[in-house]
């Protein structure tokens, strides 16, 4: 291994830096094995091996950047105490990956089990010009006011419910219904792709036709993200044929299809993409291996091209930390040089009584996202929608959401299902 895989960091060379929270067993040097780690996920492997040249290395091989032991124990203490975990960032040219997401993962993930290292990766920088060849959202958040009309409020952003098994004809009625109490946007849910009864291509053909009339009659446009989710061959088939339909807007599981495949869509089609995190608990779940979920579900869908991005929140029934849940908006709205920002959108146990809490964490840049919320309000899913439309607004007005049900019939029962759970 190159002696002088220390310090290299100082050159010319275009850096990625992924930062790693290691373990520390007994015994072992987090030295030694950042180093290791840097050389083997990218010119070497577990031995040296003939044909490493000197410009080999320069341009091409990792870099150790740092290494923190935690806790920092820098003299030996009468306990015997010692460090347990370490924080290394590795230094990889940008050389090696093209600009690419699937081959960025293969290098900071892993790509050698014989290198690797007990160790979550838990930050992850990049440099313009990888940013600028991923190319980021197409539209991203300001283009979505764009397409919606609404530039001064959070957006309400609804799924078809039930999931799965209904006929398109009552879609489109829900779709309808929905759609004229105030929703901005409405989707299909992630478990919803192909079906015996119900294809991506037909259902924009069927709600197509409702969402023109809620135009005739409200003159308000209602964008349609059909799930396309699927293997990449059919995806870009069905993303096609949908846009020969007058599809307005596509929904990727970017977990399940891999975030290139997002930008595989981005690229093929002008329409804007909605990023689904459905799955993604084997990549963030683990104290010691896989990611970081604000780089799972927000840096990364950003990168791929995810205009909206469902994002997973601590009161939705998934024990998600408050400071992933805040990070990970961060990760999709905050300036970053050669990206636009993604609309956030905010799913999972949405309702009335929920738009104070996350207007009041998160601001106005996001899509508060309720299913049943909407649907399982007891007057129907125009009365659902309403509701919460009534609950932003006084939230914009600084109205509490309790007081604002004193004058609305939709929002009091809203408030008064979802509190006794019917």
Request: charged content about 20%; some cysteine; hydrophobic content about 40%.
């Amino acid at each position: 291994m190159d002696k002088d895989v220390w310090f290299q960091q100082v050159d010319e060379v275009e850096l990625v830096h992924a930062t790693y929270l290691m373990s520390v067993p007994e015994g072992f040097d987090p030295h030694a094995a950042a180093a290791k780690l840097a050389v083997g996920q990218t010119t070497g492997t577990w031995v040296d091996v003939p044909g490493v040249t000197e410009r080999m290395s320069r341009e091409h091989q990792g870099r150790v950047i740092r290494v923190i032991e935690v806790p920092a124990v820098d003299v030996a203490v009468p306990d015997n105490t010692r460090a347990t975990y370490a924080l290394m960032t590795i230094g990889i040219p940008s050389a090696n990956l093209g600009g690419d997401i699937p081959t960025l993962l293969t290098t900071v993930l892993g790509n050698d089990a014989s290198t690797s290292v007990l160790a979550k990766l838990v930050e992850l920088s990049l440099p313009q010009s990888f940013h600028e060849t991923a190319g980021g959202p197409a539209f991203g958040l300001d283009g979505i006011r764009d397409l919606t009309g609404v530039h001064d409020r959070p957006l309400l952003l609804s799924m078809i419910k039930p999931c799965i098994g209904m006929t398109i004809e009552d879609s489109a009625t829900i779709f309808r219904e929905t759609a004229l109490g105030g929703a901005d946007i409405i989707k299909d849910d992630e478990v919803l792709t192909h079906t015996t009864g119900s294809t991506p291509v037909e259902r924009v053909r069927a709600f197509r036709k409702e969402a023109e009339r809620v135009k005739e009659e409200t003159g308000r446009t209602v964008p349609y993200a059909v799930n396309i989710t699927g293997r990449p061959d059919r995806m870009l088939a069905d993303a096609k044929a949908c846009a020969d339909e007058g599809a307005t807007a596509f929904m990727i599981n970017y977990s399940a299809t891999g975030y290139g495949a997002l930008q595989m869509i981005r690229d093929a089609v002008n329409v804007p993409v909605l990023g689904h995190f459905a799955g993604t608990g084997p990549f963030i779940e683990s104290p010691h291996s896989g990611m970081a979920g604000t780089i799972a579900l927000g840096q990364l869908p950003r990168l791929a091209g995810a205009d909206m991005a469902m994002i997973l929140t601590p009161w939705g029934g998934y024990p998600l930390s408050t400071g992933t849940y805040r990070s990970t908006v961060s990760a999709l709205r905050t300036p970053v040089a050669g990206l636009k920002p993604t609309l956030p959108l905010i799913g999972g146990g949405v309702h009335p009584g929920m738009v104070e809490k996350y207007v009041g964490d998160l601001g106005n840049d996001i899509a508060l996202s309720p299913g049943g919320g909407v649907h399982g309000h007891p007057d129907g899913s125009r009365a659902g929608a309403t509701a919460m439309r009534q609950a932003i607004d006084a939230v914009l007005e600084g109205k509490p959401v309790v007081e604002a049900g004193e004058e609305h019939e939709e929002l009091s029962r809203a408030l008064l299902a979802f509190d006794t759970g019917i």
